[in-house]
């Protein structure tokens, strides 16, 4: 979504010393070298986190024009408190989980916008199965469905079809049908399973945008543009 020319050309990882954490990190290092971009700061710290500043402020001095947190909600609404408190800039602020709760808004406001994160499965894919999500959460929650909502939705859905397929409850049976068998599914058309029983490789990212979470790639199911650089903290 960024031309090359207006790379960013350093990043700043922070991860909470937890399994979430530490199992995206060595992948986004490598990533991020493997485009020349450098990476000042490598940071892992243990929760609670007590307080964000020292963290912040290596990326800050550092001068990280991505700041990517690995982190869960209490950290990353730190992070993002200790950023403004200090008025450090990256172009791009990226949160593994904590942008797509709906608290993130309520507890930020306007300084939680413009957050990129990734998921697997949003209200507005255009796939089978969504209408019945929102009109679920519409009719019992009063409000959108949140991602995670979508997620078990999608597992259960999945388990569904696969047991009316094989027509039986026999797990082995089931199994073999999953592995056999092509699904529609909110997530994607022509979903598989392999021998594992994992869909191939997928995500979608997504960016906080006016107070919500929005599709910004893939660009077929994009639902707003791309901002970027990031800009700069409300008053």
Same mark, same amino acid.
């Given at each position: ?9 350093? +990043? ?7 399994? %979430? ?58 992070? %993002?408190?200790?950023?403004?408190? %200090? ?5 791009? +602020? ?10 993130? %808004? ?84 022509? +979903? ?44």
């Amino acid at each position: 979504l960024i031309p090359k020319s207006e790379w960013p050309k350093s +990043i700043a990882l922070l991860s909470t010393n937890t399994v %979430m954490g530490l199992s995206g990190r060595g992948n986004i290092v490598k990533a991020m070298e493997e485009r020349g971009l450098k990476v000042v700061v490598d940071e892992t710290y243990n929760l609670p986190l007590a307080d964000a500043t020292p963290i912040v402020s290596k990326a800050k001095t550092r001068g990280a024009e991505i700041l990517c947190c690995l982190s869960f909600f209490d950290d990353g609404v730190m992070i %993002m408190r200790a950023a403004k408190a %200090m008025n450090y800039n990256p172009k791009l +602020i990226f949160q593994q989980h904590a942008a797509i709760f709906p608290a993130w %808004m309520k507890e930020l406001g306007e300084d939680g916008n413009n957050v990129v994160n990734s998921t697997f499965w949003h209200h507005r894919l255009p796939f089978p199965g969504n209408n019945e999500i929102n009109e679920g959460a519409n009719s019992r929650l009063r409000i959108p469905p949140p991602l995670f909502f979508g997620f078990s939705y999608s597992w259960m859905k999945t388990l569904e079809l696969a047991v009316q397929g094989a027509g039986t409850l026999d797990q082995k049976k089931v199994r073999d049908y999953l592995r056999s068998t092509k699904f529609d599914l909110p997530y994607g058309r022509g +979903i598989t399973f392999d021998s594992g029983g994992l869909p191939a490789p997928f995500s979608f990212s997504t960016q906080t945008v006016n107070g919500k979470v929005e599709l910004i790639w893939p660009k077929g199911v994009a639902t707003t543009k791309f901002v970027y650089p990031r800009p700069p903290w409300s008053k």
